[in-house]
């Protein structure tokens, strides 16, 4: 046929033409593809990661959080501790204990590890709430979990040793004696010469005073002398004897600041979550979320599951163990916990949990799995009557908690990536068509030769869309090829998207910080579908096409002897 | 009857603000199987008058019968009708499709009749191509490239051949070779041949020579047959 030895002599002699043609097609089309791919690769994550609840098989999540200015307890629901007073003050009291006793510890100067288990923004309450959640209308199935905040405490107990030091201190007493009555002084006479001593003077010169016959009396003989101070005391009337016991010193109160003892205690936080292992598809973490190991044994037993990203970080593997205030639990498995209010670093069997914490049948959520996905809204509804201070959160209510920039990517995509797609397919057009345009104006000479033969404008245009469909098929089939190229580098090399979620709230007024981050890291993909393939191939098809027919319709309209006039 | 009768033809063409007149109320009358040299210095309205005879343009006055019906009135698929079948044209550039063999090319003009491959290079054989059927233009020298021209504008057995400058681009032994191939092939064919020339000396091998000077017949001369 001789057409078609024509396109294909016109396409193969004038390869550069038709190389370059096709590559500008190729590149349109591996742009739309690329961006396609890349737009579906980050829908497909961000439905993996932001739909945090479906992961868990689980509809609803209902806690009790803390309300400012709450007049009336959770008890009025039926829940929980009950009482009046603010939801501050039960969060305070429930986070209380991790305000260190250090005498707890142990004997100072030796080594501690604890961890303080805290219920964080969540407060915990009995889990029977969960039944009556159970049997509500349009409620499936409810699992309740316990995910609470856990401070790490670990260091040496530090000695505390005051030393006191007192003044010596002189005390001065001046005081002046009875003087001894007449009949008291015989007595002493009587008293001393029967002792052997004499006093040196007369009876009737007493008057002179006391103290001076002290003073001779204390002044005889050197080798007489204790003997005479002996005696005398012994021969002293008893009133003066009782005077010079008696004597007590000042009350006194010694005060001294001791300076905090230098401790190398340090802290870290992490999250641990009780999960109900006999309930493995819905739960705080479930099967879907294993990525190694195996999931809780049904029996509850001393098993943990890990977070990869915290098992990475603390270099904890499956059959590591993991010691909690003396309890050593052996990691099963590792999970990748979707991210929302209720993802956790470590998961224990709920039970141990509740043990652990001093939390014996409490839990701090209810997961809830509607009937079916259209009951999810009355559901909520009906949660939220029948406990008014619950919170209710749906999938959609978790993901909205969540940033990152896969958030950022996917909203970029979602805002642009149609827009940046149209674009592409529009630059992508444009270039075809330019290029095809081109082609055909350096041809007018050429086809007003093919006119002049005879050719109708049929013919002529029918021959240049021919060729045009040929290069946009090879075009098309370039493009695919480099676009999927482009798909198949960004798996292999996949830039990872981080998607985080925080949860509760600094009440730094309280002293207590119950912000928990949880960061997801999600490799970037880019799935290629047949559509957007199929797309892509027709575009370049369509641009070629349109492009040249225009280009071959212009020129074969013209009079064959204004073609032939064209200058080559 | 003649072939063509022209009557008061006249081409205008608008260059800008000026109008130019290539053709201006031209009446002819040419008879069939003769051999025509339109002779005269270029922008005389040679090519002018060659397109409008090929139904390659139409004129922007006047009334153009050929073969009894006026071209003029045709509609443009009536006209390429009558290129493909009525009309074969050769061109001072040769006008080969730069991508197709010397076959391919006569081809080219065959193809929408139904003609063969065959008939093709029976063709090329007559001008004396045969060995270089499937050579581009490309590789033929210019005197080559018009023989396959030539083989072009004959493969349908057309009524006429129009030849614009034919030996333009080719030296003088060349193209009095062209010319000769030209007329006799013609004769053998039964085509009237229509040659554009601005060579007195090649004009002047015409039976017949119509002379134009600014759009206008200035001289009709029926030389006596030998």
């Known amino acids: 046929m001789f057409y078609v030895r024509y396109l294909r002599n016109e396409l193969v002699r004038r390869r550069t033409r038709t190389i370059v043609t096709a590559v500008g097609l190729g590149l349109g089309v591996a742009l739309v593809v690329a961006i396609a791919s890349l737009s579906k690769g980050l829908d497909r994550a961000q439905h993996k990661t932001l739909d945090p609840l479906a992961g868990i098989g689980t509809d609803l999540t209902v806690t009790l959080q803390p309300q400012q200015q709450q007049d009336q307890g959770f008890g009025g629901g039926g829940f929980g501790p009950g009482g009046g007073g603010g939801g501050n003050r039960d969060l305070i009291q429930a986070n209380q204990s991790v305000l260190t006793d250090l005498s707890k510890l142990g004997k100072p100067g030796t080594h501690f590890v604890h961890d303080f288990f805290l219920p964080g923004t969540q407060l915990t309450f009995p889990q029977s709430a969960a039944s009556q959640i159970a049997s509500l209308d349009g409620v499936a199935q409810t699992t309740t979990g316990l995910t609470l905040l856990a401070e790490h405490q670990e260091g040496i107990v530090p000695k505390i040793v005051a030393t006191l030091k007192t003044q010596a201190k002189t005390q001065t007493i001046t005081r002046n004696l009875p003087r001894p009555s007449a009949q008291d002084f015989a007595k002493m006479q009587a008293c001393l010469q029967k002792a052997g001593v004499t006093l040196g003077r007369p009876q009737t010169q007493q008057g002179q005073g006391f103290g001076n016959s002290f003073g001779g009396g204390g002044g005889n003989g050197g080798t007489t002398r204790s003997a005479d101070r002996s005696a005398f005391q012994k021969c002293l009337p008893a009133s003066m004897r009782r005077f010079r016991t008696r004597f007590t010193t000042p009350s006194q109160t010694l005060k001294q600041v001791l300076n905090p003892p230098q401790t190398n205690i340090t802290t870290s936080a992490y999250t641990i979550g009780g999960v109900d292992q006999t309930s493995p598809n819905m739960g705080v973490v479930t099967t879907a979320q294993l990525t190694k190991g195996a999931f809780l044994s049904p029996a509850g037993g001393k098993e943990a599951l890990v977070a990869t990203s915290y098992a990475a970080k603390h270099s904890l593997k499956v059959g590591s163990k993991l010691d909690l205030n003396g309890t050593s639990f052996t990691v099963v498995g590792l999970v990748s916990p979707p991210l929302g209010g209720q993802s956790a670093d470590v998961y224990l069997p709920l039970k141990q949990l509740q043990t652990l914490a001093s939390e014996k049948n409490l839990a701090n959520v209810i997961l809830v799995h509607a009937k079916s996905s259209s009951d999810v809204a009355k559901v909520k509804q009906e949660i939220q009557q029948a406990l008014p201070q619950a919170q209710v959160a749906s999938s959609k209510d978790v993901a909205d908690t969540i940033s990152g920039s896969l958030v950022d990517a996917s909203n970029l995509s979602h805002d642009l990536g149609l827009a940046l797609s149209i674009v592409a397919a529009v630059a992508a057009f444009l270039l075809a068509a330019l290029l095809a345009l081109s082609s055909v104006g350096k041809r007018v000479r050429e086809l007003g030769t093919l006119k002049a033969l005879g050719w109708t404008q049929r013919m002529v245009v029918r021959q240049i869309a021919g060729e045009s469909l040929v290069t946009g098929i090879l075009g098309g089939i370039f493009g695919i090829a480099l676009g999927v190229l482009v798909a198949v580098a960004v798996d292999a090399f996949g830039p990872s998207l981080t998607a985080s979620s925080t949860t509760g709230s600094d009440l730094a007024n309280l002293g207590v910080s119950t912000v928990r981050t949880a960061t997801h890291s999600v490799s970037l993909t880019a799935p290629v579908g047949i559509a957007v393939l199929a797309i892509g191939f027709g575009l370049a098809l369509l641009g070629g096409l349109i492009a040249g027919t225009a280009g071959a319709l212009r020129a074969a309209r013209l009079r064959p002897a204004d073609a032939l006039r064209q200058v080559e | ?226």
């Open chain 2, 1 to 226: 009857m003649s072939l063509y009768e022209l009557t008061g033809v006249a081409r205008y063409f608008q260059r800008g603000p000026t109008t130019v007149r290539a053709l201006d109320d031209v009446t002819l009358e040419i008879e069939p199987g003769a051999f025509v040299a339109l002779e005269g210095p270029s922008g005389s309205g040679k090519t002018t008058l060659l397109q409008i005879l090929g139904a390659l343009d139409r004129p922007s006055a006047g009334t153009v019968m050929f073969d009894g019906s006026d071209l003029v009135k045709q509609p443009d698929s009536a006209l390429a009708g009558l290129r493909l079948r009525s009309f074969g044209f050769v061109f001072q550039q040769f006008n080969l499709i730069p991508t197709l063999t010397a076959v391919e090319n006569v081809e080219a003009k065959l193809a929408p009749v139904g003609g063969t491959r065959e008939r093709a290079l029976q063709l090329l054989a007559e001008v004396g191509l045969a060995e270089r059927a499937d050579h581009l233009p490309a590789h033929l020298s210019g005197g080559e490239q018009q023989r396959v021209a030539i083989a072009r504008a004959l493969s349908v057995e057309p009524r006429v051949v129009l030849a614009d400058e034919p030996t333009g681009n080719l030296d003088s032994a060349t193209g009095g070779e062209i010319i000769d191939l030209l007329a006799n092939l013609a004769a053998e064919h039964g085509s009237t041949v229509i040659v554009a020339t601005h060579d007195a000396s090649l004009a002047a091998r015409a039976p017949r020579r119509v002379t134009m000077r600014d759009g206008k017949v200035t001289g009709n001369v029926h030389a006596v047959p030998a």
